[in-house]
């Protein structure tokens, strides 16, 4: 059963940086492929970014220039990379492989 944990999440200021995490097991990671998307208060969850087994990379167009998302396969895991966080970019933030999501990791960014 393929499991995901995020982490990294916290509270930083207009124009500040955080560094999300996202470890994978119960599936070889070197075969997949994994999403991030978020979720901001009263809103639907929406999709942030992928990275592709290859290291491809794609971004919703709000985040594109900000954040980066990257991979290591030795470690299982994938990171998202952000920086100039703006307020709007509050929210809970959730990686995903297929029908598999963690708790997600909070975001908050504020003055």
């Known amino acids: 059963q393929v499991q995901v944990v995020e982490s990294g999440g916290g509270v930083v200021q207009p124009g500040g940086s955080l560094r999300l995490s996202c470890a994978v097991s119960g599936i070889d990671f070197s075969r997949i492929g994994v999403g991030w998307y978020r979720q901001a208060p009263d809103k639907q969850r929406e999709w942030v970014a992928t990275v592709s087994k290859d290291s491809f990379t794609y971004y919703t167009d709000p985040v594109k220039g900000r954040f980066s998302a990257s991979r290591d396969n030795a470690k299982s895991t994938s990171y998202l990379q952000m920086n100039n966080l703006k307020p709007e970019d509050t929210a809970v933030y959730y990686c995903?492989?297929?029908?598999?999501w963690g708790p997600g990791t909070q975001v908050t960014v504020t003055s």
């Open positions: 995903n492989y297929r029908d598999a």
